[in-house]
């Protein structure tokens, strides 16, 4: 009998002492949150602005820090060192490698869909479509959403990426190239687009009818499973950032304005490519499945990986 107190003591001293008193509530006093600001992440802005993660988590004595990581990559990196909690505004194409690299992570919501923010541009104007891009020298970055976007629009015209000469290149590299004239064609993102249309250049295709542009927001399955009740915080505050850009648009376009340098009326004109709702839809897994087989199809992956098993559905 006095083992079994002893023993029941002892459990209840361990649990204390590692903070875990339950699934979901184990004691974390911070948590690191990626920054990306750029291409429109308007939510992110409006989060660190109105400091509403800090509000929140302030609440639960637990402090809040911010990385401005904006390659997937090291994103999920830096997950995987336990350096960073919540990656905002990842790439499905990065979620989709870092699961299947092993990485413990977790898609608990869509960040952003923004076809229209991702388009192939050229300043030659005898490029007038797809198809006139036969035998073109394009720069860009391999293995991104831009990436798929140009493969995906040369396979509607019944082309490959044999039809054209692709270089792996970083955006403003790309558009350096193209304006210099060592490139025909570029693929350009965000803000960069209208800063391309004028110095000259034009959009011959974006995403819409190709891709959703997916970008998704990711845990690790440790805080999904250990940190539950951080989870639904950070959720319940990017839904705050959500009502307080439709609640006050005015300040919103204000306040990326500021942040990125972007003018009022661009940022107006930016902001209705993008669809911020953050519920997981079946046409969202379906999404990140086409992204996973281009990823595959262009030996950027080696194995294929259940979608659903890096979804995680928090209530």
């Given at each position: ?82 350096a960073l909690d919540f990656s905002n505004a990842l ?112 959009v011959i295709i974006n995403g819409k009818g190709l ?79 086409k992204t996973q087989k281009f990823l595959l199809e ?18």
């Amino acid at each position: 009998m006095k083992k079994s107190k002893v023993l029941i003591i002892m459990m209840v001293a361990l649990l204390v002492f590692t903070g875990c008193t339950a699934k979901g509530v184990a004691k974390k006093d911070q948590v690191f949150i990626s920054y990306v600001k750029l291409p429109l992440n308007v939510p992110s802005i409006v989060e660190k602005k109105e400091e509403l993660f800090e509000k929140a988590f302030g609440e639960k004595d637990i402090e809040v820090s911010f990385s401005e990581i904006t390659q997937g990559s090291k994103m999920t990196q830096a997950m995987a060192a336990g350096a960073l909690d919540f990656s905002n505004a990842l790439g499905g194409t990065s979620a989709i490698l870092a699961g299947a690299n092993g990485l413990d992570i977790k898609i608990i919501g869509i960040y952003s869909r923004a076809p229209e923010a991702f388009t192939i541009m050229s300043g030659d104007t005898n490029i007038k479509g797809t198809s006139d891009l036969k035998g073109k020298k394009i720069v860009g970055p391999k293995g991104t959403i831009l990436h798929q976007l140009l493969l995906s629009a040369l396979v509607n015209e019944g082309l490959s990426m044999d039809d054209v000469e692709f270089i792996n290149m970083g955006i403003s590299e790309g558009l350096a190239a193209m304006s210099s004239g060592n490139a025909d064609a570029a693929l350009v993102a965000g803000p960069a687009v209208t800063k391309a249309m004028k110095e000259g250049n034009k959009v011959i295709i974006n995403g819409k009818g190709l891709l959703d542009a997916t970008i998704v927001i990711a845990t690790s399955g440790d805080m999904v499973n250990n940190h539950e009740e951080i989870v639904k915080t950070y959720l319940n505050v990017h839904n705050e950032s959500l009502d307080f850009m439709k609640n006050n648009p005015e300040k919103t376009y204000e306040m990326v304005s500021e942040e990125t340098g972007i003018s009022v009326d661009e940022v107006k004109s930016m902001y209705q490519w993008y669809d911020f709702s953050p519920a997981i839809t079946d046409k969202d897994i379906e999404e990140l499945e086409k992204t996973q087989k281009f990823l595959l199809e262009n030996g950027m992956l080696e194995k294929e990986i259940d979608i659903k098993s890096i979804i995680a559905e928090i209530k």
